[in-house]
């Protein structure tokens, strides 16, 4: 790994630790880390190199008292955009979160405070999302009189249903707590930091060999796209070749040795 993983940004903080893992901050904490097109282009270029350049995971997390309070209103209401403006817009979001998604790197979402509109796209296109006490999820479009550009309708349908989702941003209602943890919005929630139970599993999942994460990271999202009879011939040749990788090896006799730490319930 080299320095220039982590030049070269100016709303983005990133700080990579010796094991691999980059804390990716948004830090525009006076907006509420709101997404303007400047960020979008800087998530764009880090996570399509990261994997390249030997980022092993990444904790995602906003500056400030919130992670993401969606897209940037005021500089879209001053840009007065056209139609094909916005679009082109919109599609440079979904390049951001797709390099995201698909790129094979594990993303821990730390989330506090707001986690809206556009921020909850973001948050959806991580891996894991890990919320504390003061996180809460919303889908204002509907009151703002604009529609999700970023992907709740592919990424947030998943994790909570179409309908559940439909009525978020209808109604503008408000998700935190336990009661968004158990809807899906994060599966972990914290008493505690999110940042610090978020860097707990970055620095755990790190540990796994990189091509096992990759594959973990990047082809069951690519299934999920595809028929099951297609899904099941590429889960069998992704398989066929991390499960062969001569890194295991080493994972696999301490197995057979019973030198492995076992897999036990929870205490």
């Not at 009661?179 to 970055?202: H, K, N, P, R, V």
């Not at 690519?222 to 992704?238: F, K, P």
């Not at 070749?241 to 994972?251: D, K, L």
Request: glycine fraction near 10%; charged fraction near 20%.
């Amino acid at each position: 790994m080299t320095q220039d993983v982590t030049s070269g940004y100016t709303n983005l903080d990133l700080d990579l630790r010796d094991n691999g893992v980059c804390i990716v901050t948004l830090n525009r904490p006076t907006k509420r880390n709101a997404l303007d097109v400047a960020t979008i282009e800087e998530l764009v270029t880090f996570f399509s190199t990261a994997h390249r350049k030997g980022v092993r995971a990444v904790v995602l997390t906003g500056a400030g008292d919130h992670f993401c309070a969606g897209l940037d209103l005021v500089e879209h209401w001053k840009a007065d955009r056209s139609a094909d403006d916005f679009m082109h817009v919109c599609l440079r979001w979904h390049e951001a979160f797709n390099k995201m998604e698909y790129g094979g790197v594990p993303i821990i979402a730390a989330l506090q405070g707001a986690v809206v509109g556009g921020g909850l796209e973001l948050a959806s296109a991580a891996h894991i999302r890990v919320m504390d006490q003061s996180t809460y999820f919303a889908l204002p479009e509907g009151q703002r009189g604009i529609f999700t550009g970023g992907g709740a309708t592919i990424r947030v349908s998943d994790m909570i249903g179409k309908y559940r989702m439909i009525d978020m941003i209808l109604t503008g209602r408000v998700y935190q707590g336990q009661e968004a943890a158990d809807l899906g919005l994060a599966q972990y929630i914290t008493e505690g930091s999110s940042f610090d139970m978020a860097m707990e599993l970055a620095n755990k999942i790190a540990s796994n060999l990189p091509l096992t994460n990759f594959a973990i990271c990047s082809a069951i999202s690519h299934m999920q796209n595809m028929s099951g009879l297609d899904a099941a011939y590429a889960e069998a040749y992704v398989g066929g070749i991390v499960n062969t990788q001569p890194a295991a090896r080493e994972r696999l006799e301490a197995f057979a040795n019973k030198t492995a730490a076992r897999v036990r319930p929870n205490s």
